[in-house]
C-alpha cells in the first residue's frame, strides 16, 4: 500500500463503466488544462510583482477534477484548501474571479481581496474555505456534516487537504469526532509527500494517511491521485455510502508536487531533483490526454484547440484583472462588526 501507484496507463474503456459520456470527458480535461495554464500565469505574475504568493495546484488537477465530478454540486458542501485551484475552477469560479483575487483587486467575489487567494466563501457553489492555516478547515467541516445530520438533509461534506495537515491536532480531532457520531464527511487527502518541506517518512510511521482511519472506525481507501476516473469512482462510492447513512471514509489520494511548496520556496534546498523527474512521468494531464486518445475520444487537432481555448481564456482573464482597481481602503473595517445604532463606525 505504501508505494506510489505506478504510471501505467488508465484502464481502457473505464469511464463506461462510470456512466460518463465524451462531453464530460472533455470537460474534465479542459478544467484540468485551464487549471495549469492559469497557474503557470500566476507564477510569472509573482515574478513580476503583481501576484504576492502562489500555493501551485500543478500535479494535483486530476485529483480534483475527479473528486469534485464525483460530488452532487446541488446539495453538498466543499472545504476547499490553498492548493484546490482545480476544485475551485471545476465547481464554477472563473479565471478573472481567482485572478481578482491573487492580484488583490476589487470584486474578488470570495472574500473581497482580504484573504489569500481562493479563500473566503462563496454560497453559489457551496465553497467554503476560511483559513490557510494547516488543517484548520477540518473541525469547521465537521461541524457542518454535524450540521446536516442533526437536520436531516441529504448533504454530504468533503473536505480537501494535504499530507502536512495529518500532523496537526484538529486533524485527529476531527476525524475522532467523525467517526464517533458517524458524520456524512468525506476526508480527502491530497498526499504529495512533501508536506511543506518534510518527506512523509519523518512525518509519520505508516506508508499510508489512510491507514490511519482504523483508529477513528471509519473506511480508509487509497487511490491513485494521477486518474481522475478511479478518483471519481472512489469518491462517488463513499459519498453515497455517506449519503445512505454509512458515516465517514478517509480517501488518500497519491500525487504529485511539480513544484515548489509556494512561490516563496526553493525546494532544491530539500527535494532531490531525481525525485521531481519521477513526479513529471506522473503528470495527471498527460496520463488523463493518452487515455483521452486512446479511446478516439481526443485528436491531436482538439487537443491543440483546447489548449488554445485556456491560453485564451486566462489571456482575458489576466487582462481584466490587471485594468481592475483596488479596493477602495475606505472599505478595510467592512463586514468586521456591527455599529450599534445611532453610533458612528471607527
Known amino acids: 500500500m505504501g508505494d506510489t501507484p505506478s504510471t501505467a496507463s488508465i484502464a481502457p474503456g473505464k469511464h463506461r463503466s462510470l456512466g460518463l459520456n465524451p462531453e ?43 473528486a469534485v465530478w464525483a460530488m452532487d454540486r446541488s446539495r453538498d458542501i466543499f472545504f476547499t484548501f490553498y492548493r484546490d485551484l482545480c476544485a475551485l475552477l471545476t465547481l464554477g469560479v472563473t479565471p478573472k474571479e481567482m485572478l481578482l483575487g491573487y492580484m488583490a483587486k476589487a470584486g474578488e467575489p470570495m472574500s473581497g481581496a482580504r484573504m489569500f487567494p481562493g479563500h473566503g466563501v462563496y454560497p453559489q457553489y457551496r465553497i467554503i474555505n476560511l483559513s490557510n492555516v494547516v488543517g484548520a478547515q477540518m473541525t469547521k467541516a465537521v461541524g457542518s456534516a454535524l450540521a446536516a445530520k442533526i437536520r436531516k438533509e441529504p448533504t454530504v461534506v468533503i473536505v480537501f487537504f494535504g499530507d502536512g495537515a ?43 494517511v489512510a491507514l490511519r482511519a482504523q483508529g477513528y472506525g471509519m473506511p480508509g481507501v487509497v487511490v491513485d491521485g494521477s486518474d481522475p476516473l478511479e478518483v471519481l469512482k472512489v469518491t462517488r ?99 468586521l462588526w456591527a455599529t450599534p445604532p445611532g453610533r458612528k463606525g471607527v
Open 24 to 66: 464530460d470527458l472533455l470537460d474534465m480535461y479542459y478544467k484540468m488544462v485551464l487549471t495549469r495554464v492559469l497557474d503557470q500565469r500566476v507564477w510569472a505574475l509573482n515574478r513580476q510583482g503583481k501576484v504576492a504568493i502562489v500555493g501551485s495546484c500543478s500535479g494535483h488537477e486530476g485529483a480534483q477534477v475527479g
Open 166 to 208: 495529518t500532523s496537526e491536532g484538529e486533524w485527529h480531532e476531527a476525524l475522532n469526532f467523525a467517526g464517533i457520531h458517524r458524520l456524512p464527511i468525506l476526508f480527502f487527502c491530497e498526499n504529495n509527500r512533501w508536506a511543506i518541506s518534510v518527506p512523509q517518512h519523518k512525518q509519520m510511521a505508516v506508508p499510508d
Open 237 to 335: 462510492e463513499s459519498a453515497e455510502r455517506a449519503r445512505n447513512g454509512g458515516g465517514p471514509t478517509l480517501i488518500e489520494a497519491k500525487v504529485e508536487r511539480l513544484m515548489p511548496h509556494t512561490s516563496d520556496d526553493d525546494d532544491r534546498r530539500y527535494r532531490p531533483r531525481e525525485d521531481l523527474e519521477r513526479a513529471k512521468a506522473r503528470d495527471p494531464i498527460e496520463r488523463f490526454r493518452a487515455y483521452l486518445k486512446g479511446e478516439g475520444i481526443l485528436t491531436e487537432s482538439q487537443d491543440t484547440a483546447i489548449w488554445a481555448r485556456a491560453q485564451k481564456e486566462v489571456d482575458e482573464a489576466t487582462e481584466f484583472a490587471d485594468k481592475a482597481p483596488f479596493p477602495d481602503p475606505s472599505t478595510l473595517l467592512d463586514h
